[in-house]
């Protein structure tokens, strides 16, 4: 269901009243399908069915105060300023309006593939050059790449031949006609060069075939991305703006404060509107960029501090006890035909004492103990794995191939149209109750 061409196509079709697509529909879905699964099916709860968005926009991830954003600021050395919401935002419109990038960071995360207006990267769609900009020196891909646009819901319409909402970004719909520019049929331009001809009034947005994948935003689902929207519509007119993920290509989106100031000098992002805080990529000192790399690499080597509770110092002493006293006091004596060795079970008693009596003594022991089996841990595991595929694995592979059948062939039917084979057929009945 991420595939956004075919939801715009089986929305065009009329065939459904409503299309609904949930916003992480891919494998991360997967948590909110069990979830469901357990509600309704397992536990029996009614489905109620209603025509409102109950996820309201998908931002179910961290949020961070502009205490804590600031902190981050300031410990890198960054020189920012600090505004109220309404300054900001007038702020951050006038330098989009001046074809500059920004990148936005405000509250919760969203949940899902798509930046949906708190951890996305802006730009001014009605530029012709903004496309391969962002794409080149910012996002680290193809120049052809194309970016989506949040458009004011109640704009969509006049823009898009879209009757229904899109707030997850999972459709691609056909520009208007009288926002759209004709081009001369009888031009021979081929491949890359066709993305270099003005389609639209918004050419940063617009595809080949004068489509786009649209989000449509609401001020109940993301208010402060809504107003930034509405003042940039009050300046220009134009009730949208480019909207990509923040991140480059190969990692995540920014998830932190860290993460999106790293990410923002690193690339050429021109502003960083963070919180209540608007930071200048011309004002930022020549090795603000180095100082966080070196600081992520110390955070990276740091290995986190083991917090030791009375209770699991004790739990380590009885433990280890029992285990001493059984192996060595009574089942080696036992395999050597001897009698317990009463030394060592009163000795393990003695420790199992202490420990409950002392158990901050036994701390370094217990680190010790930790170092020791993390070592043997990272020996034992590639020896185990070696044991298994030379005494178990190989040898079954060479009997296999002697016996004229090779374990590792595939025998495909290129008529069929798929290559998965069930091995037996599913009735519904079957799953009805998984459980």
Request: aromatic letters at 10%.
């Amino acid at each position: 269901a991420l595939n956004c061409v075919a939801n715009g196509r089986l929305l065009d079709e009329g065939i459904f009243k409503n299309i609904w697509v949930q916003p992480a529909a891919g494998d991360a879905g997967g948590a909110l399908g069990a979830a469901y699964l357990v509600w309704h099916q397992y536990l029996e709860n009614k489905k109620v069915i209603t025509q409102h968005d109950h996820m309201q926009g998908a931002l179910l991830g961290m949020e961070y105060s502009d205490r804590e954003i600031e902190k981050v600021l300031s410990s890198a050395g960054a020189v920012y300023n600090r505004y109220e919401t309404d300054d900001m935002l007038d702020i951050v419109t006038r330098y989009l309006n001046e074809e500059k990038v920004v990148g936005w960071f405000q509250g919760k995360m969203e949940f899902g593939p798509r930046a949906l207006g708190s951890r996305s990267i802006l730009g001014d769609p009605r530029s012709m050059d903004m496309q391969s900009v962002i794409n080149m020196k910012i996002k680290n891909r193809e120049s052809f790449r194309p970016f989506a646009p949040a458009v004011l819901a109640d704009k969509l319409s006049d823009w898009f031949e879209m009757k229904a909402k899109s707030p997850y970004m999972l459709f691609v719909t056909q520009l208007k006609n009288d926002k759209c520019i004709d081009v001369d049929k009888d031009d021979k331009k081929q491949g890359l060069d066709k993305l270099k001809i003005m389609r639209s009034q918004v050419p940063s947005i617009t595809h080949v075939d004068n489509t786009a994948r649209v989000q449509s935003v609401s001020d109940r689902s993301n208010p402060v991305f809504f107003r930034l929207l509405s003042k940039f519509y009050e300046l220009t007119q134009c009730p949208m703006l480019i909207n990509t993920s923040f991140n480059v290509r190969g990692e995540p989106i920014v998830e932190s404060p860290d993460d999106a100031l790293a990410c923002f000098m690193a690339t050429g992002m021109d502003v960083l509107a963070i919180g209540s805080f608007v930071v200048l990529k011309g004002e930022q000192s020549d090795d603000l960029l180095d100082k966080l790399k070196a600081r992520k690499s110390v955070e990276n080597k740091q290995a986190p501090a083991i917090e030791l509770l009375p209770g699991d110092l004790r739990k380590f002493a009885i433990s280890t006890g029992i285990a001493v006293s059984l192996v060595f006091g009574w089942l080696l004596p036992w395999l050597a035909d001897s009698k317990p060795d009463m030394t060592v079970v009163a000795g393990s008693a003695l420790w199992i004492a202490w420990g409950l009596l002392f158990p901050s003594t036994l701390k370094p022991v217990y680190k010790g103990w930790i170092r020791f089996g993390s070592m043997m841990g990272r020996f034992m595991t590639p020896l185990i794995l070696s044991i298994i595929y030379y005494i178990l694995i190989t040898p079954f592979g060479l009997i296999m191939r002697l016996l004229g059948n090779d374990p590792l062939s595939r025998k495909i039917d290129s008529s069929a149209i798929s290559y998965r084979v069930t091995s037996e057929k599913i009735e519904p009945g079957n799953l009805e109750k998984p459980f």
